[in-house]
C-alpha cells in the first residue's frame, strides 16, 4: 500500500512529464494545491514520519536559497502529523534543483513556466511572442546542482537557434573572404619560398626544382567562417530535437536545408566564444553576436535559471498599444523617461519610466504593465491586493502629472487568461483637469 501511495503521490506531481519534477505551477499563483502527508511521505523517502514539520521545515532550509532566487514562497500548514506544504509563485519563471531533507541528496527539479501556457507545451506561446516581437530576453543564472530533469526544463533554447539560423542567413550572403596560410610547393622560387626547408632537401637533384612556400590566399575556408558553420551545425540540431515545437521548425526548416546545402563545402571548427572585432561587417558582428548568446545558452542550460516575464510582459504591451495606435493622429513614446534635478541620496529615483506615452493637443494617456495576478483575483478582496494597487495607480498619476493636456488618462495593464476591462475616474475639485 505504501508503494501504491508513493507512485501515486509521484503520478500527482508529474505534471511536465518528467519524473525529475518534484513540482511545476504556472508563475504568478498564491492559490496552488498543497502537498498532503502521503505525497511527502513519497518524494521525502526516510525521513521520521512522527515529526514531519521537522522535516519541512529542514527542507526549506536546505533550498531557501534557491527558492528565493526564483520568487517562490512557501508555507507549512497544519500539526503532525496532518501537515501540508504549500507555495506561492512570483513574476519569474524558471528551474530550480531541490534537495531532500532526508540526506541533503537531490529529489528533483521545482519548475515554474509562463501563466499563458497550457502546462503541456510550456514555452510555446512564450516563444512565439518572442519571435513576433523580435526580441532577445536573457535568462539569470544561480550557481547549484544540476538540475535533473535536464532538457525538460531548460530555458527555450530552440529559439535562439531559430535566430543564428536567419543570422546566419544574412551573412550567408556577405562575400566575406578573409586570408588564410596554406603550405604550398612550387616549381619556382617566390618571395614566401621557405629556404630553410629548401635548403634542408635541395642536396637531392629530385628536389632542386621544389620550392616549399606558405601562400596567403583569399578564400572563404578561413577559420571565423569555419566556426559559424559549426555553429549552425549546433543550432539545426537543437531545431531537430523532438522537444522543438512544429510551429517553430517548420517555418524554417526550407531555409535551413538551403543553408546546409549553400555551405557544404565549409569545413566546421569548434569554437566555445566568438571573438568579435572592430573591422567585422554589421552582418558577421550580429552573427557572432546571436552565436555567442546560443553557445552562452548551452553551456548552462543544466544549471538553475530564471526569466523575468514582467520584462516580456511590457514589451508586449508596448508592441500592441503601439501597433493600434500607430495610424491615429497621435504621437507615441516608448519608455519616456522623465528626469529628475537637484538633490537626490543615493536611492533616490533618478527619473521616472511609463512603458508608453500616447499624446494628442487635448489629451495625454500613460500606459504601463503590471505583470500581477490583479486580474486572476478581481472578484475578490484582499488587503494585498488592495496595497498593491493603490501604488500602482499612484504611479500612473505620477506620470499623468507630468502632462500639460486638459485631459489626462491612464492605462494599466494586468495579464488574465480572459480579455476585461474597467474604467473609473477621478476628478480633481480644485481644478478643471479630469483623469480617467
Known amino acids: 500500500m505504501r508503494r501504491r501511495a508513493a507512485s501515486t503521490a509521484r503520478k500527482k506531481l508529474d505534471v511536465s512529464m518528467s519524473k525529475d519534477v518534484f513540482y511545476s505551477a504556472p508563475c504568478l499563483s498564491d492559490n496552488l494545491r498543497a502537498l498532503d502527508r502521503v505525497e511527502l511521505y513519497g518524494a521525502f523517502k526516510g525521513i521520521d514520519r512522527r515529526y514531519l514539520s521537522q522535516s519541512l521545515h529542514k527542507f526549506l532550509n536546505y533550498n531557501q536559497a534557491c527558492l528565493s532566487f526564483l520568487d517562490v514562497t512557501s508555507s507549512i500548514n497544519g500539526i503532525d502529523p496532518d501537515v501540508d506544504l504549500s507555495f506561492v509563485t512570483g513574476k519569474y519563471i524558471g528551474a530550480i534543483p531541490l534537495r531532500s531533507p532526508a540526506n541533503g541528496k537531490q529529489i528533483g527539479d521545482f519548475l515554474v513556466y509562463p501563466r499563458f501556457s497550457d502546462g503541456q507545451s510550456l514555452f510555446a506561446q512564450m516563444t512565439s511572442i518572442l519571435m513576433m516581437l523580435n ?76 620550392f616549399p612556400s606558405k601562400d596567403n590566399i583569399l578564400s572563404d575556408q578561413h577559420r571565423e567562417w569555419r566556426q559559424a558553420r559549426f555553429v549552425f551545425e549546433r543550432a539545426v540540431h537543437v531545431l531537430e530535437q523532438p522537444t522543438t515545437l512544429m510551429s517553430v521548425r517548420f517555418p524554417v526548416k526550407d531555409m535551413v536545408k538551403a543553408l546546409s546545402i549553400k555551405t557544404q563545402h565549409i569545413a566546421p571548427f569548434a569554437v566555445e566564444q566568438f571573438v568579435i572585432h572592430a573591422s567585422d561587417p554589421p552582418s558577421i558582428k550580429k552573427l557572432k553576436e546571436q552565436g555567442n548568446i546560443f553557445l552562452f545558452r548551452t553551456s548552462k542550460e543544466t544549471s538553475a535559471w530564471r526569466i523575468d516575464i514582467a520584462e516580456l510582459f511590457e514589451k508586449y504591451v508596448q508592441h500592441m498599444v503601439g501597433s493600434i495606435v500607430r495610424e491615429l493622429p497621435v504621437r507615441f513614446y516608448a519608455n519616456p523617461r522623465f528626469s529628475s534635478r537637484g538633490y537626490l541620496p543615493n536611492w533616490g529615483l533618478r527619473y521616472l519610466e511609463p512603458d508608453a506615452l500616447i499624446e494628442t493637443p487635448d489629451l495625454s494617456i500613460a500606459v504601463d504593465a503590471k505583470y500581477k495576478a490583479h486580474f486572476y483575483s478581481r472578484y475578490q478582496t484582499s488587503l494585498t491586493l488592495r496595497e498593491t494597487h493603490r501604488e500602482d495607480l499612484h504611479q500612473i498619476l505620477a506620470y499623468c502629472a507630468f502632462s500639460s493636456a486638459k485631459d489626462k488618462a491612464g492605462m494599466l495593464f494586468y495579464p488574465a487568461d480572459k480579455y476585461s476591462s474597467q474604467s473609473f475616474y477621478y476628478r480633481a475639485p480644485l481644478k478643471t483637469s479630469n483623469f480617467l
Request: neutral net charge.
Open 135 to 210: 526580441e532577445h530576453i536573457e535568462p539569470e543564472y544561480m550557481v547549484s546542482l544540476p538540475l535533473a530533469s535536464g532538457g525538460v526544463v531548460r530555458p527555450p533554447h530552440y529559439y535562439d537557434a531559430v535566430k543564428y539560423c536567419y543570422a546566419y542567413q544574412t551573412a550567408a550572403k556577405e562575400n566575406w573572404l578573409k586570408f588564410r596560410s596554406d603550405e604550398r610547393v612550387h616549381p619556382y622560387p617566390k618571395s614566401s619560398t621557405n629556404w630553410q626547408r629548401y635548403v634542408e632537401k635541395e642536396h637531392d637533384p629530385q628536389n632542386k626544382l621544389v
